[in-house]
């Protein structure tokens, strides 16, 4: 990247950002991951950024760091606009920050920085005025607590197809906000690679997008491991051994299931040594919580498949180029997103678990929807945007906007019943609707407090209804 670009990214103002702000880009990443460096000029790894902290102590926890060739480090994240924070908020005083493995800044000067100190104000992947609209909108994922929802009267007056119409434009808005943040990416590392990155992150649900991501990011180089081959297994073997998936207690192989570990361990161990810097600390994968159907083995799996197929970019390109009727979007683009079956997998959710009653196959309706919605569709819409493609723009918006409603979740349940007054799921008609009520409520219900106080979106809608 050119100085000139560089310069652009840092978007100089007259004053620094709010720290507000640096936790969100901090929480979504949205950095230069692979130039991090300390003000020391130390190589920083992000393996996982760690957890929100909502209560008193440092603003991440648990996040897993990776200084030049050291072993990971697990620890503690804390944001300051400037590096004499840590003093000036007596952060070196205080105990609960003891756990502190590096302080994130705005700005930073090396003689005032008492512990690694990253200024992440030099590696934002986007000007800073755009960050600010995407974060400010699309950043968050939990829902206020408790929600007045004074738009609901005046929803309630207007005709459906204007509220469908309303929510059909914040659902292109979300489309476009994902679209940035893959184009971000796919600045640093291309297309087909953004892409794989992109379908890793999305088998990582909440608690597992970051090192899903982190896996999909040196996938490159599992793939250079291999030699070539694209193998499933064989990928599936290196990606476990990557992830620090693999159960450490391989017995005799008396069962299939232990001759298959065992299997995995026999392949893993022949590229370890390749790939030893890049393994990952189990301790940044979370399983609490998580149903068989979405432990990180099983999705790894699937991920894995993904990685074999040299033209699967390709393929779904052509896909948005085929003739596609509404009623069949899913099962036309299942058939290139499912994998052969996987003579494991297809019968076990884990490494360890016991044989299912009945196959399951790796990726269903379910999963493909929320992969079609936030990484596919959103993918060759900006492909076909940056090839100034009109005709397949609009088909890329006409499939996301006509895709069957997705897997009803909180954030729906409550913007529902807020917004709409309705608690069932049915009166959203596709997954585009979901997606504009979802962007209704980070746009507006995410910065308002629990009275809806100087919250602008009733009187929008208001203005509306008078214009019936």
């Not at 493995?101 to 100190?117: C, M, N, Q, S, Y």
């Not at 590696?123 to 829902?143: I, K, M, T, V, Y």
């Not at 738009?151 to 007056?157: E, F, G, I, R, T």
Request: proline share 5%; charged share 25%.
């Amino acid at each position: 990247m050119g100085a000139s670009n560089r310069a652009q990214l840092h978007d100089a103002a007259q004053k620094p950002p709010a720290e507000r702000l640096l936790q969100l880009i901090w929480e979504q990443q949205r950095l230069r991951r692979g130039e991090l460096r300390t003000l020391d000029g130390r190589e920083v790894q992000v393996l996982h950024p760690g957890w929100l902290n909502r209560e008193a102590g440092p603003d991440f926890r648990d996040a897993v760091i990776k200084f030049a060739a050291e072993a990971p480090q697990t620890g503690d994240i804390e944001i300051d606009v400037e590096s004499n924070g840590w003093h000036a908020h007596k952060h070196d005083v205080n105990p609960s920050y003891r756990g502190v493995i590096l302080h994130v800044v705005w700005r930073g000067d090396k003689a005032a920085a008492p512990l690694p100190t990253l200024a992440m104000g030099e590696f934002l992947d986007s000007p800073l005025g755009e960050l600010q609209h995407w974060l400010a909108s699309d950043a968050r994922e939990e829902l206020p607590i408790a929600l007045q929802g004074q738009c609901s009267a005046p929803l309630k007056q207007l005709e459906e197809h204007v509220w469908r119409d309303i929510l059909a434009q914040a659902a292109l808005i979300r489309l476009q906000a994902k679209a940035a943040h893959i184009e971000a990416r796919a600045r640093q590392v291309g297309w087909e690679q953004v892409l794989i990155e992109m379908l890793f992150r999305s088998l990582g649900y909440k608690q597992n997008v970051w090192p899903m991501q982190r896996l999909g990011e040196i996938s490159p180089l599992v793939l250079e491991s291999m030699g070539g081959e694209r193998c499933p297994a064989s990928l599936q073997a290196v990606l476990f051994g990557v992830a620090s998936l693999l159960p450490e207690d391989v017995r005799e192989a008396k069962q299939s299931v232990d001759a298959y570990v065992r299997h995995l361990w026999d392949i893993w161990w022949h590229r370890r040594d390749s790939l030893e810097e890049q393994i990952l600390p189990r301790e940044v994968w979370r399983f609490n919580g998580i149903r068989p159907a979405n432990h990180p083995q099983r999705r790894l799996a699937l991920a894995a498949h993904w990685l074999a197929q040299k033209d699967l970019a390709t393929r779904l390109e052509e896909w948005l180029a085929q003739k596609v009727r509404k009623q069949d979007l899913v099962s036309s683009l299942l058939e290139i997103m499912q994998v052969e079956k996987d003579d494991f997998w297809s019968s076990r959710w884990t490494l360890k678990a016991a044989r299912m009653t009945q196959e399951q196959p790796l990726l269903g309706e379910t999963r493909l929807s929320d992969v079609a919605m936030n990484v596919v569709l959103p993918w060759l819409w900006l492909r076909a945007s940056k090839g100034q493609n009109s005709g397949l723009l609009d088909e890329a918006e006409n499939r996301y906007l006509s895709w069957p409603r997705a897997e009803d979740n909180s954030v729906l349940r409550q913007a529902r019943r807020r917004l709409l007054g309705h608690s069932t799921p049915g009166v959203l008609k596709s997954a585009a609707e979901q997606q504009g009520l979802i962007q209704i409520v980070r746009d507006f219900c995410d910065h308002a407090d629990a009275t809806c106080e100087n919250c602008p979106f009733p009187a929008l809608i208001s203005s509306v209804s008078s214009r019936k």
